[in-house]
Structure formats: structure tokens, C-alpha cells
């Protein structure tokens, strides 16, 4: 691994801050997990890691001021080795319990990795906690490719270890999970081109003005903006490239056409800054917020791995709530911190699947020409 010192970006820092500020590590990680499409020993598998972490340093890159006080990234420790999860464990758990272990941008480890295996003793799945400060959408599609390839290939086994001791728990936010019907997601992205709008917008216009509605009260949404655009090279490399921003208020009794319009005309407004002037991170109001997000993860045909949707149940916003696809398989989450205002997850979340029903098939609210 390198020795290279690199200075740390205006986001990179922001994350950084949060910890040293007293934020818990636990809300600044990721979860991610994939299922093998063959079967393959626990070892070979554990190699394969291995060798997309140093394919990607980052993956072991540490944050600390340097003797000016600026703050660099740093070549960290080496990972431990990956945990060997026995068949009674589901890829939810197994997260939670490496989410468990000790994890720091300042000390490390930023990574944590661990294999599933089934009652034949081989590995089904594969599942990771990395701490967002070095991940985001676009770091995990390039380590499933990464490991995908390794695994298309022989190569030395890589170290195991048991799981870890089963530690106090903190109590986790409140959330509501539910697979989405099959097409839906598909026909509100239909429907959101026949309008004119991204299916991101679209969704987001609709969840926001049912959350509006839900809780009876305006919400901030917020997005992460993607900043690759500055950089084409930083496409290819893992490591986190976006910023949190704040939207347009979305009061009750908006419809979600409207609300997708608006929200497409602030990305638009956003896209123009990052741009231009540049967007660094910000702050979140002082009144009910709530993050929005869309995963759709697209697997290649016959892929050797398919992303499983998992999530920590543990909100950085007052409220989170977004839908993943992945794995052909749709589902809506929402995470609520524990004390903060606005509507029950469990309410919210049946609110919100009606909403993408109507940015999906119109009616009521959901489609002005419906």
C-alpha cells in the first residue's frame, strides 16, 4: 500500500467533524451486502476481498490534522480478517454485528467484512460496514465489480475469524420495511418520463409531499448531490463524493406532480452551482428535515453477485426514508432518529407506499391529468 498523504476534501471533512463533534460512528455507516451466484469456499472468497481492499486503498485510509492542522488522509492499518458468519445468520444481523465492532475515521478501521455461509459450509453471501466518510453509492458498484472479477479468478485464500462476542446493543432507531409490489418502481419511472421529469425527482416530489401531508406539517427534503462531475477521474475511485443539501419547502396539501417539478428545478439549480461556484456541505434547518434517497442498483445479466438490500436501523436526518432496488427486488425503508418530531415510521412509511403507487398508476393528488 502506498505511503501517499493526501489532503482531505471539503466533505471528507465535514464527515470527519461529525465524529470528532460527538455524533456516533454508528450513524455515519454504511451498510452493504450481495449474494454470490455460485456458491464458493469461505477462503477463496476471503482472498477476493482482500484483494479488492488493495485494489482500493482508500478502504484503509484514516483522517488526522497534520502538524499545520489541515486535515489529510493517511495510509491506516491493515483490515482485520474477514468474519466467517455461520447459516443462522442473516446478512442484516451479520451487518450489525461488524457495525458493532469499533470503527473510527480517525484511527480506523473504516471497513469491516464478513462472508454468510450456508449449511453446506460454503459462502452465499457477502457483507460489509464502511464508514461513509470513504463510501457511497458509487464505492459500493465498483467493489462488487472488483470482487466480482476476483472471484472469475483463482487466487490465494484470504484469512477467517469467528464472529465477534455478542456485545450490548444500543437501542436502534425507529423503522419500517416493506418490499415493494413487483413493477412499481418501473412504472413510476415510466410515468415520471411521460412527464418530463427524472424518476428521481419524481419519486422524491411524491415522498416528500406525503410526508408533508403525513406529519401535517412543511419538510425540508435533502438530497446527496453527487460531485463526481467536478472530477471525472474520482468515477472510478472509491471514496465519498457527495454532499447533503437542502430543497425547497414542500408544504401539506402539495400534489406530487408539484412537488416534482420543484424538486427537479432546485436539482437543476444545484447542478448549475456545483458547476460553477462550487457546493459545500450544509447544514440542516432548524425545523423537521428529511432525507430522501433512491438506490437502483442495475446488476449486469447473469451476475456473479447480486446486491441485497440491507440498511442499519440508524437515521443521521430527523427522518430518512428512500427506496433501494436491487436484486430485482424493490423496498421501501424509513428510519426515524429516536425522539425527533414528525410522524411514526410505521404511518409514514404505509403513506409513502401509497404515494409511489400514485407516482406509478396516477390518481388522486398523484397525477393531475389522472
Given at each position: ?8 476534501t471539503r466533505?471528507?471533512f ?5 465524529e ?15 449474494a454470490?451466484a ?18 482500493y486503498?482508500?478502504?484503509?485510509t ?6 499545520g ?8 492499518p491493515?483490515?482485520a480478517p474477514t ?14 454485528a461488524?457495525?458493532?465492532?469499533p ?16 449449511p ?9 460496514v464502511?464508514h461513509h466518510?470513504?463510501?457511497d453509492?458509487?464505492s459500493?458498484e465498483l467493489?462488487w ?28 432507531d ?5 418490499e415493494?409490489a ?13 412527464h418530463?421529469v427524472?424518476?428521481?425527482?419524481w419519486?422524491?416530489g ?10 401535517e ?14 472530477d ?14 437542502a ?16 424538486v ?7 447542478a ?23 438506490r ?7 451476475p ?10 440508524v437515521?443521521r436526518?430527523?427522518?430518512a ?7 430485482g427486488?424493490a423496498?421501501l ?25 400514485r407516482?406509478?398508476?396516477?390518481g ?7
Open positions: 500500500m502506498s505511503d501517499v498523504v493526501t489532503r482531505a466533505e471528507e465535514g464527515l470527519w467533524y461529525e470528532q463533534a460527538g455524533t456516533p460512528v454508528r450513524r455515519l455507516l454504511c451498510a452493504f451486502a450481495a454470490l455460485t456458491p464458493a469456499p469461505p477462503g477463496r472468497v476471503a482472498g477476493a476481498l482482500a484483494r479488492v481492499v488493495d485494489r486503498p482508500e478502504c484503509r484514516v483522517f488526522a490534522p497534520d502538524d492542522g489541515t486535515l489529510v488522509r493517511r495510509p491506516g491493515d483490515l468474519v466467517c458468519f455461520g447459516p443462522e445468520w442473516s446478512a442484516a444481523g451479520a451487518a450489525a461488524l457495525g458493532g465492532e470503527m473510527s475515521a480517525e484511527t480506523g478501521p473504516v471497513l469491516r467484512l464478513g462472508v454468510l455461509t450456508g453446506a459450509g460454503e459462502v452465499r453471501q457477502v457483507v460489509g464502511a466518510v470513504v463510501w453509492g458509487r459500493e467493489f465489480a472488483a470482487l466480482a472479477g476476483e472471484l472469475a479468478e483463482p487466487g490465494p485464500d484470504g484469512p477467517l475469524r469467528p464472529p465477534p462476542p455478542a456485545a450490548p446493543q444500543e437501542a436502534a425507529p423503522q419500517w420495511r416493506a415493494v413487483p413493477g412499481v418502481w418501473d412504472a413510476a419511472k415510466w410515468q415520471a418520463r411521460a418530463g427524472t424518476p428521481f425527482s419519486l422524491v411524491h415522498f416528500a409531499a406525503a410526508t408533508a401531508d403525513a406529519g406539517a412543511a419538510v425540508t427534503p435533502y438530497i446527496d448531490v453527487d460531485l463526481r462531475v467536478l471525472p477521474a474520482s468515477r472510478e475511485r472509491v471514496g465519498y463524493f457527495q454532499t447533503q443539501r430543497l425547497g419547502v414542500v408544504g401539506p396539501g402539495t400534489s406530487g406532480p408539484d412537488a416534482a417539478r420543484a427537479l428545478a432546485d436539482v437543476g439549480a444545484l448549475a452551482l456545483v458547476l460553477t461556484t462550487g457546493l459545500p456541505p450544509e447544514r440542516e434547518t432548524a425545523g423537521p428535515s428529511c432525507k430522501f434517497y433512491v437502483d442498483q442495475r446488476s449486469a445479466p447473469d456473479a453477485l447480486s446486491p441485497i438490500d440491507t440498511a442499519l436501523p437515521a436526518n430527523d427522518l426514508a428512500g427506496l433501494t432496488a436491487a436484486g427486488r423496498h425503508t424509513v428510519t426515524a432518529r429516536r425522539g425527533a418530531p414528525g410522524p411514526a415510521p410505521a404511518g409514514l412509511g404505509r403513506a409513502l407506499l401509497a404515494a409511489l403507487d407516482a406509478a398508476h396516477g388522486p393528488r398523484g397525477d393531475e391529468d389522472a
